[in-house]
């Protein structure tokens, strides 16, 4: 088994949220359980991982300048992540497809993390 | 953990009564936007990390945080709920205010002084009705247009223009001021009789919209039952009327899901339990002088789930009760109730001629039921032609594909031999 770090990047999906019904929000966070369920119960989670704040600091350049953002208008931002396990890429990519993000417009980055033994 | 299926609807409704207390009236469209945000967090924290082990106590930690947070950057430059602006003030009472507010009690006042503020007098009738849905029972602007069978952009309008007189209101009505209690109290009782009516008779094709309504309208009336200045005999009445109702939900389709037309509806369907809970409430409103219309369509529900057949129905009292209810509201939709029972009572004969000599009957022409139950007599009395004739005019005006089947069907059975 290999690890993965999925990282979930919406695009402009906090305004999407805001507009939304209780009712409706409550069935979108539904899906992600069961989708994230689904995926433990097959032994395919290592972390559930953690949602991140929508804004923060940048810090960039030689002199570390230090910028609020990034700015939640920007393309895409990452919104969390989650550490999974599996196979190799093609099916850590394959298990992405059930995450109910797309629904709403947003994307899962799968990347391998690097191995540290020879 | 599972959670309620309404969990956040539900919430939304306690959670933006106790922000409206805080922030004051006029800031009503704060107080959502804290709601809004509260979900908006749950919503990512638990998708990582589960549901937690007490959600709605995690809901209102957090709207009560992000309100806090609120006072704090903006109580020098806005102003809040006037009788709180003191407390709200200083950093010694800010907090223990706030977190008074939140306790589960303040909170079921709150709710209560929210539903007596949506009922302004200002408001008809049906925005009163739209305003509950939206601000205590968390519907959306489409889910109520969807409840209605009405166009989105005319019930934005309708919401918008109430929330309009709700926020120019000095304050939340004040439930403890007896001046004005009773006649808001009759306002509130009509609101949730009408948002109840509209999920059980409404135009909505979608049956677990309709159920929610009328759960909704049941939940609301319990609040006003367990405050007792608002527990009168008509808020019994009013709560008895819809358990009795209710009771009879699960009958109302057939097995194919079909409409089933009331006397051929499989009474073994029926929920016990809220008859004798309607029952019992029926009992606690007959109590002081007065007779609200709420005790006598009690009544007649109670009567009908006292029948086992539709045949061991008791028409003459429901005849009567029917009678009563044309003294206390005339209206032509009872006049077409009463004229059916008395079809049942003396004989299609007599039924016809009532339902003919319905006054303002116009009123009743876009109604697909009127025209429904002059075919239904009609056909009893073995007038085919003119019976498929009303039913083919009472399907032109089905408002579901439920009705419309249900109209079909009738056109059929009048045509066959």
């Known amino acids: 088994m290999s690890q993965f770090v999925f990282l979930y990047r919406n695009t402009m999906q906090a305004e999407q949220e805001f507009s939304r019904s209780p009712e409706e929000m409550q069935k979108s966070m539904q899906k992600w359980m069961a989708w994230m369920k689904d995926l433990a119960e097959k032994g395919h989670i290592k972390d559930h991982g953690n949602p991140l704040e929508p804004g923060g600091k940048v810090v960039k350049g030689k002199q570390k300048t230090i910028t609020d953002g990034p700015y939640a208008e920007s393309k895409d931002i990452v919104g969390g992540y989650t550490l999974v396990e599996a196979k190799d890429l093609a099916q850590a990519a394959e298990l992405s497809k059930g995450c109910p993000i797309f629904e709403g417009g947003g994307m899962v980055e799968v990347r391998p993390v690097m191995k540290m033994d020879m | ?417």
């Open chain 2, 1 to 417: 953990m599972e959670v309620d299926e309404h969990l956040f609807r539900r919430e939304a409704g306690r959670m933006v009564a106790a922000l409206t207390h805080i922030f004051g009236v006029h800031n009503l469209a704060m107080a959502e936007d804290v709601v809004q945000d509260a979900f908006c967090r749950a919503l990512e924290v638990w998708k990582f990390r589960g549901v937690p082990e007490n959600p709605s106590a995690w809901l209102m930690a957090t709207a009560k945080n992000r309100a806090l947070d609120i006072l704090r950057r903006e109580r020098t430059a806005q102003t809040f709920a006037p009788e709180l602006a003191r407390l709200l003030q200083s950093e010694w009472t800010l907090a223990p205010t706030v977190q008074e507010i939140f306790k589960s009690n303040t909170i079921k006042d709150d709710q209560l002084r929210m539903m007596f503020s949506c009922c302004h007098p200002k408001l008809p009738e049906e925005a009163q009705v739209a305003l509950i849905l939206n601000i205590l029972c968390g519907f959306s602007v489409d889910e109520i247009a969807a409840a209605f069978v009405s166009g989105h952009a005319a019930i934005e309008k309708r919401i918008s223009r109430a929330k309009k007189v709700l926020a120019g209101s000095k304050r939340l009505f004040d439930v403890a001021d007896a001046r004005d209690f009773p006649e808001r109290l009759a306002a509130v009782h009509r609101a949730l009789y009408l948002l109840f009516n509209e999920g059980y008779h409404g135009a909505s094709c979608e049956s677990v919209v309709r159920a929610e309504l009328c759960q909704e309208a049941m939940r609301l009336t319990t609040l006003l039952l367990e405050h007792p200045p608002a527990a009168t005999p008509a808020t019994h009445a009013l709560s008895a009327m819809m358990c009795l109702h209710a009771a009879r939900l699960p009958s109302r389709l057939d097995d194919s899901g079909n409409l089933a037309s009331f006397l051929d509806q499989d009474r073994s369907r029926w929920d016990t339990r809220l008859i004798n809970e309607g029952q019992k409430l029926l009992d606690h409103s007959a109590t002081g002088s007065e007779l609200t219309e709420y005790h006598i369509e009690a009544a007649i529900a109670a009567t009908h789930c006292c029948a086992a057949r539709a045949e061991d129905t008791d028409w003459g009292r429901i005849v009567w009760l029917y009678d009563k209810l044309m003294q206390l509201r005339p209206s032509p939709v009872i006049a077409l109730n009463r004229a059916i029972a008395i079809a049942q009572h003396e004989g299609t004969e007599r039924g016809l001629k009532e339902i003919y000599a319905i006054k303002n009957s116009d009123r009743l022409a876009a109604y697909p039921f009127y025209s429904a139950a002059i075919g239904e007599l009609e056909l009893r009395h073995g007038r085919r032609e003119i019976a498929c004739k009303y039913f083919r005019a009472a399907l032109v005006q089905a408002r579901s594909p439920m009705e419309k089947r249900f109209l079909q069907q009738r056109v059929a059975a009048a045509q066959r031999d």
